[in-house]
Structures are given as C-alpha cells and as structure tokens.
C-alpha cells in the first residue's frame, strides 16, 4: 500500500467558466459540461434572514415558499408540474445570507427552466393572493414544528444564534421565524418584499452543464433582458463584529429528550477569509471521522459520549464571523459535567496541543473527498458558482478554496484556535431529559 | 419590452444512455464496474447476500452490530490505526445492512480507490471483533436506537411493520432491530454472523473513471482468502391483506404533529407491475403536484409534505402513505387522504397526471443519476433483482410508453383503502377519541 500524504490540488474547478452581464445588472454564469445529457439552472438572489426587519421574522424564508405559487404567465400549481413533467429535480432554501433556487432538468428543457424563472423574477406580484399567502403560511409552520419543535434537541439551532450574535445583529434570529411573526405576515408586505429585492441587479444566475455560453447568453437576454433593474436596494444590517464574544453564555434546557447532550459554539470569521478556512481544518481535526480528536478520545477513548453523536463543523455564513458548533452527547451513567469537561479539554487541546502532520493529512484528504463529492452534480457546481459571484464578485475564485484549504499549516490551525475557542468567548447549550418547566 | 408570454417548447433530447459496464471475474467473486470518463472521485460498494432477513428470532439487530463493529480494529491494525489509514486516503467507510443485503461502500479520488477497497475488504473480511469491542458497539447501538425512537417516526414505522408482517418472523420487526432485540444480541451471535455470511466472495460494483481504475487489483483487494458459493433464494412472502381496516395509536404525549403512516401489504419487486405500480403511486403522491401532497399541503395547509409509494424487495413490497400532520387536524388529514386513495383506486388516473408521472420518472434516471455513488447503487439494484445490463434504457422506454389503461389498472388492482392499517403516531389525549371515526383503536405496545 502506498503511504498516504497530503494530497496536491492546484485548482478545485477543472471546468471551464464563462460570464456576461445584461443590461439591468443580472450576472450570468456558465459552465459547460456535456458529460450528462442534463442542465442545471440556478439563482442566487441576495436576500436572506439576514434583510428581515424585528417583527418579520420568517418572511425571507416564508417568501421562498411563495414563489412557487405561480406567477404572470405560470398558473398556480404550474411550477412544479412543469419542471417534474419533463423530468426535473428542483428545490430552493433560504438562510441567513441569500435565498437560492434551483432545478435540473433534461438538457433539452433548458428553455423551460429559464422561462420559468424569469417569470417568476419579473412577473411575481400580479400572481400573488391571500389565499396563497394563507396556505403557504401553514405550510411553513407546519414546517417549523416537524423539523425544529417536534423533535428531540430540534430547537438547538434557534437556542444558539441569539446567544451567539446581540440583539440587532443580522443573524440574532433564525430563519424559520417566530409563530408569532409569521402570524403577522400580511401580503402588501410581500408584495413590497419581492418588488425591493427580486431584481435582476440583485441576482445570479447560472447555468451548469449540457449547455453552451453563447447559447445561454442568448436565452438569458430574451427571458430576463427586459425585466427592469431596481435602484437603491436596500443593504442589510452591517454584520460586523469586533471579533469573538467577550463574555462566555450559558443555557440549560430541561425538555424531553433522550440524554443530556452540549452544544459549544464559538464565532469565528467570515465564510471566505483565510481565518475561515484555517477553521475548516480545525472543525475537521477536531470533530470530523472516526479519526477526529473528538471521537478518538471521547468516544472511543474516554468513552463517555456517544459515538454517532459526536462532532464539530463551521456554519458556512459570510456576512459575519460564522459559527463553529461543537456537540457531544452523554453515553449512558455519564453526567454532564464529566461530558463537558471532556470536550473543555480536548478543544484546549487544539491550543496547547500541535496538531500533528498524520492529523493535518487526514483532515486535507477528508475535506478533498468532501469538495469533489461537492462538484459531482451540476446542481453542486451552479451552486458553488451562484455563491462566489454573489459574495465575492467572481465565480472563478471558487477553484481557489480546495487549494486554500490544502495550504492551510499546523501553525495556522493553532492560530485560529488561540483566537477564536477561549473559554471565555464560548456559547454553551445543555440539554437535560426532564418535563419541561 | 416585457416578459415572454409563450412556454417555449423543448429543443432537441440526447438520446439515453446508461453507462458502459464492465466485469472481471477472479478470486471467486465479481467486479461489476460502470465507465463514467472524467469523474474525478470513484465509489465502490461490495455486496454480499446477508442482509437482516438472515438474523436469528429475537436477535433482530445482530448484522447492524456487525456493521458497526468493522471499524474496531482488524487482525492487521488497532481501529485508532484503521481510521487514520483509510481517511488518510479521504475516505470513510459506510457499512450498511437492508433486507436483501449487506453492503460496505467507500469513495474515494480515483487513484486512492484501490487503497481504499484493500482496507473496505480488510474490515468485512478480517475485522478483529474483540468480545469487549462487540460488546461495547452493541450496547452503544442500544442507547443509539433509544435516541432515534425518542424521534416521530420509528415506534410508528414498527407498529406499522409489526401489524403487516408480524405472521412472517424476521420481517414484522424493524429492519435494525429494536432496543430490546438489540440488547439480547450477544458476541457470538455478531462472529457467527460474520463467520456464517461475511466470508464469502459476493459482488463488488464500482463506478468511476475506468480508464484510471485497475478492475483485476479490485477484484484481487475485494476477494482473495473468500470462500462460497452463492446462496439460493427463497421465494416471495404472498399479497396478504385483512379483512377490514385497522387503526393503531403509538402515543406520544405533548406532540404538535401527529406521524401518519398509512399501509397495506403490495407485490415483491420482481412483479411484472413494477412500472404502472411505481407510476400509480407517482400520481396518487410521488411527485410535488401529486394528489396527496395538493389536497393535504397545498389546498388544505395540514402539512409540510406527505408522499406515497411502493417499496419493494426480494420477498415483499408495501404500499405506504407518510406525513407529519399538525395535531389539530388529524382527523380530516387522515380522512382525506382516504379519500384519494380510494379514488385513485376506484377511478384510476388521468392522462394529464400520468404525462407528469412518465416524463418525471423517465427523467430522473439521467437527473439523479450523475455521479458515481448513484450508479453504484444503480448497479446494485441490477445484482439484487438478478436484472439485465440493459435495465436501465428498458425501464426508461417502459416508464415513457406506460398507458393510462395499465396504470389505472394496477392502481385497482394494488391499492387497497379498505385494508390499510392506519397508525397514528401523536398525542392520544388529544386525538383518541376522533380517530374512532376510522373504526376501532387499538393501543400500540411498542
């Protein structure tokens, strides 16, 4: 067998990428691949959770479900049966930087997939009725109980980020929104809400696969050309902090779950900066495989927590310092304390411990598996393209990451921890099985 | 200027293909590979016949133990070891057990591959399995499977197979076992599985960039030091369904949704229905705009999503209808979605539907099968079901030609409201008393 070194990648994006811009500011990107005969057609718009005012909690999110509803030309209920009735896959998500919407489809409706888009971009409002505002409002919370209220530690996510970011600070909410807003949701707000952001200036879109540049360029410039560009969108809420928190939080939960189980979190730096991607490697040495410090020494040495529960990974956000979310769940007879104690010190140990060169190998391999898997599916690479133009201006720096990544020294890795896992600077969430208070 | 009124037409479709496969054959097993020119990543997923179906009564739980304790050291190295080496080549093993097989899986960039196999092969052949090791994982997959049935959804999909297949042993208990049966399984029962099931040759599918790929080194890292020979199958269990409908509550106080799980006993995969089922339960509530998911989620608001569907395996199949509803309205969501069964049963589908059905269905085998983790488990559906090379543009040309005559007919002939099961997965104090409009409630005592 040969013995693994750290893998060499001088590019993360082997395919080619080719841009223009209209005349109302849509960016278009395309990257042409006749590997499969399919096409994936991708939006980003630059809107998120991050835009919404106190008391809209939810509506970026709640919009996203809206625009699937039918517009000028797209009766309602159209929208799916068109993309699924010529064979395509499409979703959409929203979260706290951008909302992004997608399909894939059979090569041969690429048309199709544009039309539709364009529609929706420039010809939504004159579709939009209470009726559908009301149905969709209960889609969404009953959204918001199966994934977050009805199951066990489902809520950690909404716990964490007021505890993680002030009052005011763009991401202090979730964006699922509270009950209460969404409640509150009135459908002159969403017409104001789509007329504001959903303009031509504010979006990218990009086309990946059994496609030609010039080809889409020309598609682009018919069904979006004449959608008009919106002046002075509004910035969101400058997201800026001074650096980590200065003072460590605490929250207990006493709710029915199975076992007691602790959520640290830290902020760190934005998506994108090399602080970020020394990150990367950290929450992939520390809580990534079976060949994580976490794992090797809490559950498989130690053997107090549980091992399918154990982890560490960065929230991917831009706009920000973005989280790192460290979890841990006790194994049976452990209490809390000794769980908590256990991950105190291994995540000590990334600042007082070198991480070793068989450890820094083990982290790049992973994380090149992981970009590759990423960039298998045209979906994957329109939306990595979608990402970079939007946040950094340029799709072609998506191929810079992978390398970065690779780049990334123990010394850095031992930077970042100095800097962004002090105790004194960390979020601690623990979960306690009782009847709730 | 303004907005194109007109939905263009499509241009021009490729014609479909599936990728070129090949075999080699040496050490006792086969290599089944698919050519996929310029994937940079590869997969590979060796396929053995011992899947749940072979456990012993009241051991349900005894190959998922199995599963996981390939990871805890082998006969060369310590599982610290193990780990280090195989995601040093970015690679992670996932090891996996369903009711026809046992499967183990790596993907790895093409070059690593073979690496990566050598060490997949290390831990299903050669794994350790130390008495304290297995102990261990099986008391962690104890507390692992309290966790997932703290959950919605598990205690319901137990009470469901339970009353469908409690007649046919293996198969009315869950797929890993439970925390009871999981909890009796002992050492020896996880080496005599391993010892019984585990050395045996078996298939290894690989899809990636062949032209990178060295078949005869695979099938040398996936096979050497097996013995066996193929197992025989057993036949299919039989179509059997109730007399009359059946109503199940799995209690879970406090709960703000209530699981649906919705289902009857249905055809082995083998059945000539396949399509027409498969395109029947796409229009009663497989795609977005199906039946089910427009009354119940678009028109009615009661839920964020509810589908249909058939699955099916060597010995059965069943017919299930799932969705998480809000507390509230469990009684009408249930209602109408008998409601839709019984109409799509009764009256068949239309032209309209069945043109979304086809095309969607047709067109997934190129939308969602892009990489090589999908065409390897394209290729273990071809092992499993002993289907030919070809399937694939077969099914595609079948699923397209299907008429509104066949799939209506094999909706009445394999849709059946008044024999479902209904369990209802929520808060009995709340929802008790208006599921008696569904017939008698019987307490779950799972």
């Known amino acids: 067998m040969t013995s693994p070194s750290a893998p060499v990648a001088t590019t993360g994006y082997p395919w080619p990428i080719e841009t223009t811009q209209l005349a109302n500011g849509l960016r278009v990107v395309v990257s042409e691949d006749r ?80 039309w539709l888009e364009a529609d929706r971009m420039g010809g939504l409002v004159p579709a939009l009725t209470q009726e559908t505002l009301d149905n969709q409002r209960e889609v969404v919370k009953n959204e918001r109980r199966q994934r977050y209220e ?144 976490l794992y090797q020494r809490l559950a498989d040495g130690a053997r107090i927590a549980q091992p399918d529960y154990i982890g560490a990974y960065g929230v991917d956000l831009a706009h920000a310092p973005a989280p790192l979310i460290i979890t841990a769940t006790a194994k049976d007879g452990v209490d809390l304390e000794t769980l908590e104690a256990g991950l105190a010190e291994v995540v000590q140990s990334l600042i007082d411990e070198p991480v070793g060169e ?8 992973l994380l090149t598996t992981s970009w590759w898997r990423g960039v298998s599916t045209v979906y994957g690479r329109a939306d990595l393209l979608g990402r970079y133009t939007t946040q950094f201006g340029d799709p072609a720096t998506a191929a810079d990451r992978l390398p970065k990544w690779l780049a990334v020294t123990a010394e850095d890795v031992t930077e970042a921890a100095r800097h962004v896992l002090r105790p004194e600077s960390r979020v601690t969430l623990t979960y306690v099985p009782g009847e709730p208070s | 200027m303004s907005l194109v009124t007109t939905r263009p037409g499509a241009g021009s479709a490729r014609p479909y293909a599936f990728p070129a496969i090949r075999r080699v054959t040496a050490h006792g097993g086969t290599v089944i590979a698919a050519h996929m020119p310029g994937q940079i990543l590869a997969s590979a997923l060796l396929l053995l016949d011992a899947g749940a179906a072979r456990e012993t009564d009241g051991r349900e739980g005894t190959a998922t133990v199995l599963a996981k304790s ?63 090791d297995v102990a261990r994982v099986r008391d962690d997959e104890v507390t692992a499977l309290r966790m997932d049935w703290a959950q919605p959804g598990p205690r319901a999909d137990a009470a469901l197979r339970a009353d469908l297949f409690g007649a046919d042993g293996r198969y009315g208990r869950p797929l890993h076992g439970d925390p009871t049966s999981v909890a009796a399984v002992t ?63 799995v209690d879970r106080p406090d709960s703000v949704q209530s699981t649906l799980r919705l289902g009857h006993r249905a055809p082995e995969r083998a059945t000539p229905d396949y399509v027409p089922m498969t395109l029947a339960a796409t229009v009663l509530g497989g795609a977005f705009t199906s039946r089910l998911n427009h009354l119940i989620r678009e028109v009615k608001g009661y839920t964020y999503g509810i589908r249909g569907s058939y699955a099916m395996t060597r010995r059965w199949g069943r017919f299930e209808v799932a969705a998480g509803v809000q507390t509230a309205v469990t009684a009408p969501a249930i209602r109408d979605t008998l409601g839709e069964i019984a109409r799509t049963q009764a009256e068949g589908i239309t032209e309209d539907e069945l043109e979304v059905a086809r095309s969607w269905r047709a067109g997934q085998l190129s939308v969602e099968m892009q990489t090589p983790g999908a065409i390897a488990g394209a290729l273990s559906t071809l092992v499993v079901h002993g289907l030919p090379d070809d399937y694939y543009a077969t099914l595609r040309r079948e699923y397209l030609e ?4 066949q799939v209506s007919k094999a909706a009445a002939e394999h849709l059946s409201v008044d024999a479902l099961t209904l369990v209802v997965e929520g808060d009995g104090a709340a929802i008790r008393a208006e599921l008696a409009e569904f017939g008698e409630v019987v307490d779950s005592t799972i």
């Open chain 1, 35 to 114: 590997t499969a005969p399919v096409v994936c057609v991708n939006l980003w718009y630059d809107v998120g959770s991050r835009h919404e005012p106190p008391g809209q909690t939810g509506f970026a999110h709640l919009f996203e479900h809206l625009m699937f509803e039918g517009s000028q030309h797209v009766k309602k209920t159209e929208h799916m049966k068109l993309v699924q009735g010529n064979g395509g896959s499409l979703n959409a998500t929203t979260n706290p930087d951008r909302t992004n919407y997608f399909e894939t489809m059979p090569s041969e409706h690429l048309e199709l997939a544009l």
């Open chain 1, 150 to 293: 009805n199951v066990p530690y489902g809520d950690a996510w909404l716990r964490l980020l007021p505890l993680l970011y002030p009052e005011g600070h763009p991401y202090h909410h979730s964006t699922i929104g509270s009950m209460e807003d969404l409640n509150g949701a009135a459908l002159d707000t969403f017409k104001a809400f789509h007329q504001q952001y959903y303009a031509p200036n504010n979006a990218v879109l990009t086309v990946v696969g059994d496609a030609a540049a010039a080809e889409v360029f020309a598609l682009a410039e018919k069904y979006f050309g004449a959608i008009a560009t919106v002046p002075d969108i509004p910035a969101a809420p400058d997201g800026t902090l001074p650096g980590p928190a200065e003072q460590a939080v605490r929250e207990t939960v006493t709710a029915k779950v199975p076992a007691p189980r602790i959520y640290l979190s830290h902020r760190t730096y934005p998506f994108g900066t090399a602080g970020y991607d020394a990150v990367t490697v950290l929450a992939t040495v520390l809580g990534n495989g079976r060949g994580s410090r």
């Open chain 1, 358 to 365: 068989d450890e820094l190998n083990r982290a790049k391999a």
């Open chain 2, 70 to 132: 390939l990871e805890e050291g082998t006969r060369r190295r310590d599982s610290a070891a193990y780990a280090l080496a195989l995601e040093s080549l970015g690679a992670e093993l996932s090891p996996g057990v369903d009711w026809d097989t046992f499967r183990v899986g790596v993907s790895a960039p093409g070059p690593l591959l073979a690496d990566a196999v050598r060490l997949a092969a290390e831990a299903a052949r050669t794994p350790k399995l130390d008495p304290e």
């Open chain 2, 187 to 249: 050492v020896d029962d996880v080496l005599a599985f391993h010892e019984a099931w585990l050395r045996r040759p078996g298939v290894l599918l690989v899809a990636g960039d062949l032209d990178a790929l060295d078949l005869a080194a695979l099938a040398e890292a996936a096979f050497e030091g097996t013995s066996g020979d193929p197992l025989e199958q057993t036949g299919p269990l039989g179509v059997v369904l109730p007399a009359r409908r059946r109503t199940i509550l």
């Open chain 2, 402 to 405: 299907a008429t509104v005559e």
